[in-house]
């Protein structure tokens, strides 16, 4: 299982601030955010910053692991 984390914006449109996602062996990063871009459509267009165990990552073809924590996080700005 990896776990999916959901930030300001991302986690309103979600509707939730996270949740499990089941890990196959290849999954990629794009693999994920197609899988919850189907349950959720229009959450992923504001995402502006993705996380992979609390690392940054722009390439979205990065093969993930099992138990892996994916955040992802749109820009937002507030005092």
């Known amino acids: 299982m990896m776990r999916i984390l959901f930030f300001g914006p991302v986690a309103d449109r979600v509707k939730m601030r996270e949740t499990q996602v089941e890990f196959n062996a290849g999954m990629t990063l794009h693999d994920v955010i197609a899988r919850l871009g189907v349950q959720h459509p229009g959450a992923f267009s504001i995402v502006s910053f993705i996380a992979v165990n609390q690392v940054q990552i ?3 073809q990065m093969v993930l692991n099992d ?9 937002f700005s507030g005092g």
């Open 58 to 60: 722009h390439d979205r």
């Open 67 to 75: 138990n892996d924590e994916i955040a992802f996080m749109a820009k």
